[in-house]
C-alpha cells in the first residue's frame, strides 16, 4: 500500500459537545489535528472518549459545536459521507463474511472496478500478515487476528482519518504489546491520521505524538507524550498519569521558586504548577520512580524516616508501598532490595514533587492514609 | 460415594471404568440435569405422540378397502384433492406476507425509542383477540355494510359494495391479522440479536442506509425469517375457524381441515379423517424441510440472529 498523500491539511473540532438528556457526556471540545499525525484520546472510562470518538464518526450527532475538515463542514455530513476509517473495541467484523470479503467490504460500497479491489483487498491483508488466514471467517480467527482485520478493513479504503476506539483492550498482555508496534508501524509507513482512544496511559504515552486528557467530559490537558510526563496540568491529570502518590497538604510559604507545603506537622519542598498562595489546599504529587531510598540517617530537606510494608517483585526493580512515621503512605520503586519491616529515608528531589493546587474535595484514586491504620507517635519530620 | 466399600485392593479396579463412564456421558451432555426435561418429555408423548400414533394407525384401517384406500379415496377425489391447494394458496402467501411486513416494521424499530411500547402493544394486540372475535370484527369492518364499503360507497370510488368477506380475501385478511404479531415479535426478536455495531460499522466503510440493510443486516436476520416463515406458515396451514367465519366453506375456502371435520363429524369416518390429517401433516412437513433445508445453507453463526 503506498503512502497517503493527505487530501487535507487539518482537522478542527470547534466546541463538539454531546448531551445524553441532562447529563453532559462531551463539554466543549476544541481541537486541532494536523494531517498525518497521531493524536491519542486518554482518560478513565465514562469521560466521554468513546463519545468524542462517535462524534467525530458521525454515528452520533453533536448537541453542539462544529467539526471542519479543512473548510469543509463534516459534522452535518453522515458517517458512510465523511470518509473516515473507524476501528472498534469490540472488532465489528461482519460474521458471515470470510476476511477478505471483509476487507474488501468497503471497496465494494465504493463501487470500485473489481480489480482493483482485488489487488487493495490483497495488499491489505498482506499489510497486517494474515495471507492464510483471507478464506476463513472472523469466529475462526483469534482476537488478535480479528483486530488485524478490523484494522485492514479500515485501512484499505486510504481513510483521510483512521478512529480508533480502545482497539487492544480485548487483547491480552503480549499481543498488546505486538499489536501497539504494528499500529505504530502502520501509522508511519501510510502515513495516516489517526484519532486513538484508550484508557491506557502507557499505550497513549508509547503511541500518539499528541495526548488529550479528557476527564469528565471536559479536556483537562493537550499536549505533548514527554509534557504529560514530567508536568501535569492539574492533579486528575497528575493522577491518571502515574503519578501514585498525591497527599492533600497546605501551602506555607514560597521558597524561591518552590514551595513549601505541611500537613500534620509534615513538610515538604515542592514545585508549583500554576499560582499558589500560602494557607492554600494543595495536592503534593510524585511518581513511584522518583521517591528514592536510602538508608536512615541525618535529617535533611524531603527526608522522610519510614518503614517497608509492602514489597512486589517486578523483575529487575522492586515496587514497594512504606509508611512514613506521620502516617502516610508511599508508594516507590527501587532496586534495593528491601523487604518488609525495613526502616529506611526516603527521599524526594523537590524539583519532581509537583504541588497542584487542590480546588475540590475529591479523592485521588487510591487511598492515602489508612483510616483505621494507627498513626506513628513521633510527628517530628524535618523540613 | 455410596458404594459400601470393598477392599482396598478391589475399590480401584473397579471404580475406575465407572468414573469413565459418568465423565463419557457428561462430556455429551448427559447428566442429572436431564430429569428437568421429564415433565416436557411426557407432555409431547401424551399430547403429541400418542394421538400421532393413533391416528396414523387409523388411516391405515379404513372401513373397507385395503390400507392404502383412505388415501386412494382422497387424491382420487378431485373435490377432496383441491383442498391442498385451496390451502396453500391462502397459507402460503398469509405466511410470506407476514414476514416480509414485519421485516421493515420490526427494522424501524429496533433500539430504543419513545413511545415503543405502545406501538408494540398495538401491533401485538390481534393475538389477545382469537380467531373468533377477528372474524366478528372482519365481518363488521370489511361487510357488505361495513364501514369500510360505507365509506367507499360515501366517496363514490365505488357503485356497489366490495366482497371483501366470505370468500378468499376474508380469510387472508384473518390470517394476517392474527398471524402477522407472532412474526412481527419473532423477527424483533431475531433483529435485536444483531450487533448493532456491524451497521455502524458498514456505515463508516461508505454504506448507505439500503446497502447496510442489503449486506449486513439481511443475510444476518435471514436463518430467522425462514424459522419466521415456518412458524407462522404452520399456523396458517392449519386455519379453520377463520375458513368458515369469514371465508366461503363450501367454495373457494374449502380448506384441508374442513375436509377433515366433515369427514370425521359428518361421515363419522375416522379412518377417512385421519387419513386427511396425515396428508396435511406430510405437506406441511414438505414445506417445513424445504425451507429449513435451503436455511442450512445460511450463516448461522454467533452475532447472526440466531433462529
Ligand atoms: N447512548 C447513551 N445514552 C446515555 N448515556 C450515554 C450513552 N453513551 C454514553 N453515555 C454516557 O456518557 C458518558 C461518556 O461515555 P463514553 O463516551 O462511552 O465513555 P468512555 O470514555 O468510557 O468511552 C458516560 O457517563 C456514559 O454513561
Ligand atoms: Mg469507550
Known amino acids: 500500500m503506498r503512502v497517503t498523500a493527505p487530501d487535507f ?90 476476511v477478505r ?30 495471507e492464510e488466514h483471507a478464506d476463513k471467517l472472523p469466529g475462526q480467527l483469534s482476537g488478535g487476528q480479528q483486530q488485524r482485520v478490523a484494522i485492514a478493513r479500515a ?51 508509547s503511541l500518539a505524538d499528541r495526548l488529550v486528557v479528557l476527564r469528565a467530559g471536559r479536556v483537562q490537558q493537550i499536549g505533548s507524550p514527554q509534557t504529560l510526563h514530567t508536568r501535569p496540568a492539574n492533579w486528575h491529570v497528575a493522577d491518571f ?11 506555607q510559604s514560597a521558597q524561591g521558586a518552590l514551595v513549601e507545603v505541611e500537613a500534620d506537622g509534615f513538610r515538604l519542598v515542592g514545585d508549583p504548577v500554576g499560582d499558589i498562595a500560602p494557607g492554600e ?21 524531603n527526608t522522610m524516616p519510614a518503614e517497608i510494608e ?66 506513628l507517635e513521633e510527628p517530628g519530620l524535618v523540613g | 460415594m455410596s458404594v459400601t466399600t470393598p477392599p482396598a485392593a478391589t475399590t480401584r479396579p473397579s471404580q475406575s471404568p465407572r468414573v469413565h463412564w459418568r465423565h463419557r456421558l457428561a462430556e455429551r451432555g448427559v447428566d442429572g440435569q436431564l430429569w428437568l426435561l421429564a415433565p416436557a418429555v411426557l407432555f409431547v408423548v401424551l399430547l403429541f405422540l400418542y394421538p400421532f400414533f393413533y391416528g396414523l394407525g387409523l388411516s391405515f384401517q379404513p372401513t373397507e378397502g385395503g390400507p392404502f384406500s383412505d388415501y386412494a379415496r382422497f387424491f382420487g377425489d ?30 424501524r424499530m429496533r433500539g430504543r425509542f419513545r413511545g415503543k411500547r405502545l406501538v408494540t402493544i398495538l401491533l401485538v394486540v390481534p393475538i389477545t383477540l382469537g380467531t373468533v372475535l377477528t372474524a366478528q370484527g372482519l365481518l363488521n369492518f370489511l361487510g357488505p355494510t361495513g364501514w369500510f364499503n360505507r365509506v367507499l360507497l360515501a366517496l363514490h370510488l365505488t357503485d356497489e359494495p366490495v366482497r ?17 404479531p407472532f412474526a412481527f415479535l419473532l423477527v424483533l426478536s431475531y433483529l435485536s440479536g444483531i450487533d448493532p455495531t456491524l451497521e455502524r460499522a458498514a456505515a463508516t466503510l461508505g454504506a448507505g442506509w439500503w446497502q447496510r440493510f442489503r449486506a449486513v443486516t439481511l443475510p444476518l436476520l435471514m436463518p430467522g425469517l425462514a424459522t419466521t416463515f415456518c412458524l407462522t406458515f404452520v399456523l396458517a396451514f392449519s386455519v379453520f375457524p377463520s375458513a368458515v367465519l369469514v371465508g366461503n366453506p363450501a367454495g373457494e375456502t374449502r380448506v384441508i381441515s374442513i375436509a377433515a371435520y366433515q369427514a370425521a363429524y359428518e361421515q363419522y369416518d375416522y379412518p377417512y379423517a385421519s387419513a386427511i390429517a396425515m396428508v396435511m401433516g406430510f405437506i406441511e412437513l414438505v414445506i417445513i424441510s424445504v425451507v429449513l433445508l435451503a436455511r442450512t445453507r445460511l450463516y448461522t453463526g454467533s452475532s447472526g440472529g440466531k433462529g
Not at chain 1, 473489481?114 to 495488499?123: A, F, K, N
Not at chain 1, 481513510?159 to 503480549?174: I, Q, R, T
Not at chain 1, 516507590?332 to 523487604?339: F, H, I, N, Q, S
Request: aromatic share 6%.
Open chain 1, 9 to 98: 491539511s487539518q482537522l478542527r473540532l470547534d466546541g463538539v459537545s454531546r448531551r445524553f438528556g441532562s447529563q453532559d457526556a462531551l463539554t466543549g471540545l476544541d481541537l486541532t489535528i494536523q494531517a498525518g499525525e497521531f493524536i491519542a484520546l486518554l482518560g478513565p472510562s465514562g469521560c466521554g472518549k468513546s463519545t468524542a470518538l462517535n462524534c467525530l464518526a458521525g454515528l452520533l450527532p453533536l448537541t453542539a459545536g462544529s467539526i471542519w475538515q479543512d473548510e469543509r463542514r463534516v459534522d452535518t455530513l453522515p458517517p458512510e459521507r465523511r470518509g473516515f476509517g473507524m476501528v472498534f473495541q469490540n472488532y465489528a467484523l461482519f460474521p458471515h463474511m470470510s
Open chain 1, 101 to 130: 470479503a471483509n476487507v474488501a467490504f468497503g471497496l465494494r460500497m465504493r463501487r470500485l472496478p473489481r480489480d482493483e479491489i482485488r489487488r487493495r483487498t490483497t495488499e491489505a491483508i498482506r499489510l497486517v500478515h494474515l
Open chain 1, 155 to 205: 485501512v484499505v479504503l486510504e481513510p483521510s482519518l483512521v478512529l480508533m476506539d480502545e482497539p487492544l483492550s480485548n487483547l491480552d498482555a503480549k499481543l498488546r504489546l505486538e499489536m501497539r508496534t504494528e499500529i505504530r508501524r502502520l501509522h508511519q509507513s501510510l502515513g495516516l491520521t489517526t484519532v486513538y482512544v484508550t484508557h491506557d496511559q502507557e499505550e497513549a504515552l
Open chain 1, 241 to 251: 498519569m502515574g503519578y501514585r502518590n498525591l497527599w492533600p497538604m497546605r501551602a
Open chain 1, 281 to 301: 489546599a494543595v495536592m503534593a504529587g510524585v511518581r513511584p520512580e522518583d521517591v528514592r531510598v536510602d538508608d536512615p540517617g541525618e535529617a535533611a530537606t
Open chain 1, 310 to 375: 509492602v514489597v512486589e517483585y517486578q523483575g529487575r526493580e522492586l515496587a514497594a508501598e512504606a509508611r512514613t512515621a506521620a502516617g502516610i503512605r508511599v508508594h516507590l520503586r527501587t532496586d534495593r532490595r528491601v523487604a518488609p519491616g525495613d526502616m529506611v529515608a526516603l527521599i524526594i528531589d523537590p524539583q519532581r514533587l509537583l504541588i497542584f493546587p487542590n480546588d475540590s474535595d475529591e479523592q485521588p484514586s487510591g487511598p492515602l492514609v489508612d483510616e483505621v491504620g494507627t498513626r
Open chain 2, 78 to 107: 378431485a373435490y377432496q384433492r383441491g383442498t391442498i391447494w385451496t390451502t396453500l394458496g391462502l397459507a402460503l402467501p398469509a405466511a410470506l406476507l407476514n414476514v416480509l411486513a414485519s421485516v421493515p416494521i420490526a427494522y
Open chain 2, 164 to 180: 371483501l368477506v366470505h370468500n378468499y380475501w376474508g380469510v387472508f385478511f384473518s390470517l394476517i391479522i392474527t398471524g402477522f
